[in-house]
């Protein structure tokens, strides 16, 4: 196979990758941001939990990293359902109206990514660690791709598929719309909102450990690692524009493609090139693909 | 001489058109009427006006100029001011802030710190709200709060004033006061464009008035006129 | 403006407190340990950039989380400026250049995203540390080769007065602008933006304004910090904690008055300080703590805690109107 088209190929898997990763974060954002009307800043450190997690999971007790997904997943959103039920419900109750409350819980978010990052800091040194798992490469069509990114691109894109037929299909997923458009009324209507946004919260949480899980298998860690995410999460959002989860996932693919080029191109200016088309974003419809 | 010239303005809210080739025109000195019922689009025609909303297309002239394009703050230092169906004031700032506000902000000169004083006063006189200077404006009862954001209106010395609803939820006795209000206006030379749904007002000061429906015009002329024609009977009473 | 504002007791007790605060200020390195001296400079540090924060976020409503991108640049300048071998500009030279170039980043940034509603300028703000600690890294490693940089030394006394020079531009900045036409403009934005721009406010043109020269004192101390902490690297000069720092400070210590974040600003630093020194190793971790106890149980900040002192030292408006944000 000619060089060019391996390297075509590279991209479009490093991207789908990147952007399934992207996509799964930004519709964790998107639910707690949307639905839950949190702007989480401490997102990236839910990420950096999952995969730290799946680190020590994998390297102290030998527990494949694909099986850490089932023990990420439930104990990211405990943590994060635990989080909303006492922080942010008391916020929400206390606060006088719907700018304070957005207001003290962006911050109690930020508090939350301080000591989350530190916890981390000291529990696993801030020094980068990685493992190995399915480093082996995969002959497709005479070209050799490493295993690993073939199955984090397909669990990437099973995860974020079936999140978004629970929201169409379930019935919490449709309290969950419910609650999106109009909170009061769905309350009127039986939903038990306080509970509601609490597993919304968790959902969130969820989307950012499963990712956390996925990426740690290819990337190095560090505690510091959050931010970056939660950034590129936000941009992702409003590309896909504010409150679509449909737009997150779209956009999510969008960013992670982009990236990727850029990546190949000049690594470590991603973010900078995510910040361009932020700024281009704005320029040009702020409200983004799917937004009104 | 006139002083607000609207040429098929047209604007759409997703597919549904909310103003529709609308042509109209005011002479300076008229105060000028729009009714309709509701969702007729009249507020947005007033949004298009003072450029809170932007046009799909068609054009408004301000005294032959045109100012579709321009933005709020530069229709407003030209000379046309207005107030808002949901009373738009500064809550927390004292009443006679908010009228000072205009005087400060809404000329294409800035007045001096004295002059804009002395108008402050002379403007809260004239709507009846020297008493209430001090107050935050959000203390004052509805009424006075539209007295108050015709007032800081008028302290942009505006030629042509664009009354949204004024005396919407007012008593009799108000809208009696608010009646004279208006004409008061026009006797300082302001020309008036005003939407409103109480009958007996609009029929009372108005000039000519002006019928929207479904974002269409379709009737105008002198109040007798519109208060005998058969289509506008016909779209108030319901379809 | 009438003289009668400025001799009513409202305005005289104040006056006369920050007079006495004032002197006690510009005379402390002659009574005061080293570590006091210190000390105050990173209190006042913590007060500018809250002070600088509250100068467009308070009125305005738009909430800024640029604070420590424009900080950094500050810091980053005077490691470019002032590097501890070869040229150099004078220092006050180097401090305004730290303040313009922060200046004109915010201008860009709010003419971009202060003509759109708050959330956008918020998550746009929020990346910006971020953005540029990545950039300036790639920067080093790609085009200059360097890894950090040194920053000359200067006097602590000479830090401490340039920072006390800058906490005072600030101050009465903060009070003209306030008192001015365009204060009103800014207030008047803040709770009616729409109305505002019909009443011939362009309001985006004051929002941008204020945000820039809000900018330049965040960048003016981020120059004056580094010569004291002389080791600068992209990881020290852009770090988030300096975004949400203000915020809080300001939140606690109550926005609708001049004095409230200069005392929220105080004791967090304060507090910051004991923590460093008694727990050097957990500080950070405690600090998270009692930043998010000071959000869950007192939203309302010190004006819930101590309002007969607060009420005392404020200038107009009620703890209602003004409460957190």
């Known amino acids: 196979m000619p060089q060019g088209i391996i390297t075509f190929l590279d991209l479009a898997i490093g991207g789908l990758l990147l952007g399934g990763i992207y996509a799964l974060l930004a519709m964790g954002l998107s639910l707690q941001y949307g639905v839950a009307r949190v702007f989480n800043v401490s997102h990236g450190e839910f990420i950096m939990l999952g995969a730290f997690g799946t680190f020590t999971l994998y390297t102290v007790f030998g527990i494949n990293p694909l099986v850490c997904l089932a023990i990420v997943g439930p104990l990211t959103f405990i943590i994060g359902f635990l989080l909303h039920k006492t922080m942010f419900t008391r916020l929400r109750l206390l606060a006088p109206n719907a700018d304070v409350y957005a207001a003290n819980s962006m911050l109690a978010t930020f508090g939350l990514m301080f000591i989350i990052q530190n916890i981390a800091l000291l529990a696993w040194g801030a020094n980068y660690r990685a493992y190995n798992y399915l480093n082996f490469g995969v002959d497709l069509w005479g070209a050799i791709f490493t295993a690993n990114r073939l199955v984090i691109l397909g669990f990437a894109i099973a995860i974020g598929v079936a999140f978004y037929i629970f929201l169409a299909r379930s019935r919490i997923g449709k309290a969950i719309r419910a609650s999106a458009q109009d909170p009061t009324t769905a309350g009127l209507m039986g939903v038990n909102i306080n509970l509601l946004l609490a597993i919304c919260f968790g959902l969130g949480a969820v989307m950012a450990g499963l990712a956390g899980t996925l990426m740690s298998m290819r990337i190095p860690l560090t505690p510091t690692m959050g931010l970056n995410y939660t950034i590129i999460a936000i941009i992702v959002i409003v590309l896909g524009g504010l409150g679509s989860i449909p737009g997150s996932f779209i956009g999510g693919f969008i960013l992670g493609i982009i990236g990727t080029i850029v990546t190949y191109l000049e690594p470590s200016l991603s973010l900078a090139a995510y910040y361009f088309i932020f700024m281009l974003l704005l320029l040009i419809k702020p409200t983004g693909i799917f937004g009104k | 001489m006139l002083v607000l010239e609207g040429e098929k303005v047209t604007k759409y809210f997703g597919g549904l058109a909310a103003v529709s080739n609308v042509d109209f025109h005011i002479d300076q000195g008229e105060i000028f009427g729009l009714i309709g019922p509701n969702g007729a689009g009249k507020t947005t025609l007033f949004n298009l006006v003072s450029a809170a909303l932007v046009l799909k297309s068609g054009t408004i002239k301000f005294k032959g100029e045109k100012i579709s394009g321009l933005k709020p703050y530069q229709i407003c230092r030209k000379g046309v001011a207005r107030t808002f169906q949901s009373v738009k004031i500064f809550g927390n700032l004292p009443v006679r802030e908010n009228v000072l506000l205009g005087t400060l902000f809404g000329r294409p000169t800035t007045a001096k710190a004295a002059n804009a004083a002395q108008e402050t006063t002379e403007l809260l006189d004239f709507v009846g709200l020297s008493q209430m200077s001090a107050m935050a404006a959000r203390e004052l009862t509805l009424v006075n709060q539209k007295r108050l954001e015709v007032a800081t209106a008028l302290a942009t010395k505006p030629e042509l004033l664009l009354l949204d609803e004024l005396m919407a939820g007012l008593t009799p006795t108000e809208i009696a006061e608010a009646m004279e209000l208006v004409t008061r206006i026009r006797d300082r030379g302001i020309t008036v464009f005003m939407i409103e749904h109480v009958m007996k007002a609009i029929m009372g000061v108005c000039d000519r008035i002006m019928v929207l429906h479904h974002g269409e015009k379709i009737a105008e002329g002198a109040p007798q006129e519109i208060a005998t024609s058969k289509k506008v009977i016909e779209v108030y009473l319901g379809e | 403006m009438d003289i009668t504002r400025f001799t009513s007791k409202k305005f005289l007790i104040p006056a006369i407190i920050s007079l006495v605060i004032l002197i006690a200020m510009v005379t402390l390195p002659v009574y005061g340990s080293l570590y006091m001296v210190i000390l105050i400079t990173a209190i006042l540090m913590f007060v500018i950039l809250t002070v600088s924060w509250t100068l467009f976020s308070g009125p305005t409503g738009y909430m800024s989380l640029a604070s420590a991108a424009f900080f950094g640049i500050g810091v980053y300048a005077s490691a470019i400026l002032l590097p501890t071998t070869g040229g150099k500009l004078p220092l006050l030279v180097v401090v305004v250049i730290g303040g313009l170039v922060s ?27 971020e953005l540029i600690k990545q950039v300036l890294l790639w920067w080093e490693n790609s085009v200059t080769g360097t890894r950090g940089r040194y920053v000359m030394l200067v006097e602590n006394d000479v830090i401490f007065y340039t920072m006390l020079a800058i906490f005072m531009l600030l101050m009465l900045t903060f009070f003209f602008l306030r008192r001015s036409k365009y204060g009103l403009a800014m207030q008047s934005i803040g709770e009616n933006e729409e109305a505002a721009a019909h009443r011939g406010i362009n309001v985006t043109m004051v929002k941008v304004i204020t945000f820039a020269i809000s900018a330049f004192f965040m960048g003016a101390t981020g120059a004056i910090i580094a010569t004291r902490w002389t080791y600068i690297d992209p990881y020290i000069a852009f770090y988030i904690l300096y975004s949400f720092l203000p915020v809080m400070m300001a939140i606690f210590g109550g926005i609708g008055q001049i004095y409230g974040p200069v005392i929220g600003a105080a004791i967090f630093a304060y507090l910051e300080e004991v923590l460093l020194t008694k727990f050097p190793y957990y500080y950070m971790l405690i600090f998270g703590v009692v930043l998010v106890a000071a959000i869950l149980y007192m939203p309302n900040g010190i004006v819930g805690l101590v309002p007969r002192l607060v009420r005392r030292l404020r200038k107009g408006g009620s703890a209602k109107q003004h409460a957190s944000t």
Request: aromatic letters at 18%.
């Open chain 3, 103 to 129: 200046s004109i980043l915010a201008f860009g940034v709010g003419a971009l995203t202060l003509r759109l509603r708050g959330i956008y300028f918020a998550v746009f703000t929020f990346g910006l540390v």
